[in-house]
């Protein structure tokens, strides 16, 4: 096992439950960098995503595949983000993309149940072997739409994915016979807690239907020995060259997302079929 900053309990409860929190990941002065810088991005804002959900609410997502030098990046390279994730795929991990997804108050929308590695699977990636990590940059909340989750469903496998909106949602029958025998945790958060979580952990969140927003980076990892089969939009494995700590406060404030090669939606090919393609 590697070693790193997460306990022998965390890494438990991690493959016990398929996900754990770590408060205080971020600490204050962190947060209130990123909770800046974020807010003040507008190379970010203007190549974001308007991802709708069923009922037609959208959230705003921005993702890229490698992280860079800025504060998103140094938080995605980070020692203290890389040795944990290592510590939980026991091995070498490179960086398969980051998103900030941002929930405007009263009109942001909810995200359909799913599984990272629903999409993943598609990608090429051979074993569910990856994780994201959900950093909260506002309080969480179950009014303003934080993360739901059902504790243990990382133990099901991975289940049959389809469109929902604009979005990839698992197979609902299953989900709802998931929810009669697993607990379903609301992942209320404060500012820089991280919530690490199995590629199979099936979660949603709900809409944003309160006043206040609801913003989170999202860093995604695969294993080293999981690299896809095929290449995708995603990046096969690319070796990630880790920063200190104490990056996030040196370059974070410095930084730029200019130069960040951002995803759009014609590019995003992870679900889609001959079928959906010419329908």
């Not at 929190?21 to 800046?36: I, N, Y």
């Not at 009109?107 to 990636?125: F, I, L, S």
């Not at 199979?200 to 913003?215: E, F, G, I, V």
Request: one cysteine or more.
């Amino acid at each position: 096992m590697a070693s790193g900053p997460l306990t022998a309990e965390q890494i438990q409860q991690f493959h016990r439950d398929g996900y754990v929190f770590v408060p205080g990941f971020l600490d204050a002065e962190e947060t209130s960098l990123l909770q800046q810088t974020c807010r003040a991005d507008d190379v970010l804002r203007q190549n974001a995503m308007n991802v709708k959900d069923a009922s037609g609410r959208r959230t705003s997502l921005s993702l890229w595949n490698h992280p860079g030098d800025d504060i998103y990046g140094m938080i995605a390279r980070s020692e203290r983000m890389v040795n944990s994730v290592e510590q939980l795929l026991d091995d070498e991990v490179y960086h398969y993309h980051s998103k900030l997804s941002a929930k405007q108050p009263k009109v942001g929308g909810a995200w359909e149940w799913h599984q990272d590695y629903g999409y993943w699977y598609k990608n090429g990636c051979l074993f569910p072997d990856m994780l994201s990590v959900f950093i909260a940059i506002d309080q969480c909340t179950k009014e303003n739409g934080c993360m739901q989750v059902l504790r243990g469903s990382q133990k099901m496998g991975r289940i049959e994915h389809g469109f929902a909106g604009d979005q990839t949602g698992a197979d609902l029958e299953r989900v709802e016979e998931a929810k009669k025998v697993l607990e379903l945790v609301y992942c209320e958060m404060e500012p820089g807690t991280a919530l690490f979580f199995h590629g199979n952990t099936l979660h949603t969140s709900d809409a944003n239907l309160s006043d206040k927003p609801r913003w989170g980076l999202i860093c995604c990892y695969n294993a080293r020995h999981n690299n896809p089969y095929k290449v995708h939009h995603h990046p096969q494995y690319t070796p990630l060259i880790k920063v200190p700590d104490s990056a996030i406060r040196e370059y974070g404030a410095k930084s730029s997302s200019a130069d960040k090669d951002f995803l759009v939606r014609d590019r995003d090919k992870t679900i889609r079929t001959e079928e959906n393609e010419t329908a």
